[in-house]
């Protein structure tokens, strides 16, 4: 008897302890990549340098991509992954950079070229385009981000394609003032 009552009143415990419910908890962290499009100029006024703000402010697991359009060939874009180096035989270099915070990012170019705004009438410095993914740092399956292993980085439309990013809209973003 003590056995059936002990089954008994273990059952009544299992099935009352299932239907408890707590008070809801905080709200989950969306968790979604993004792209940006920024088209900026680099002079010596700006110290060859633009920022932009997120709004609203990255994670902090998020990482960044940045490319830079490089040209337009047979109507299609071609993006290269910063940071992207161009030398110039006796000329010196460029080399395209960026850094980034959860709150904003910069874009930069360094170079030995002086007057660098001069060279090429400017195809160097003015209205350069820039394609920036945020990408989460985490997925809701348990993948980390992983630039070495999960995906080559330094194609753009093969980072747009694996975080489904294609019929995304490009948020264009204006240089802080």
Not at 74 to 90: A, H, L, Q, S
Not at 115 to 120: G, I, Q, S
Request: aromatic share 14%; hydrophobic share 40%; proline share 5%.
């Amino acid at each position: 008897m003590k056995k059936i009552f002990l089954l008994l009143f273990a059952a009544v415990g299992l099935v009352g302890l299932q239907s408890c419910e707590g008070p809801d908890g905080p709200p989950g962290v969306s968790v979604e990549a993004e792209v940006f499009e920024v088209t900026t100029d680099f002079t010596y006024g700006n110290n060859l340098e633009s920022t932009f703000n997120f709004n609203p402010a990255i994670l902090d697991s998020d990482h960044l991509l940045v490319y830079r359009l490089h040209t337009v060939f047979k109507g299609e874009d071609v993006w290269r992954i910063m940071p992207t180096t161009y030398f110039f035989n006796d000329l010196g270099d460029i080399i395209y950079n960026f850094d980034f915070t959860r709150f904003d990012f910069k874009i930069f170019m360094d170079t030995t070229i002086g007057n660098v705004d001069r060279l090429d009438g400017g195809a160097w410095t003015k209205k350069q385009t820039f394609r920036i993914v945020v990408v989460p740092g985490y997925f809701p399956n348990n993948r980390s981000f992983d630039t070495s292993a999960d995906v080559e980085n330094t194609d753009y439309n093969t980072i747009i394609k694996k975080y489904n990013l294609e019929n995304a809209p490009i948020k264009q973003l204006e240089a802080k003032k």
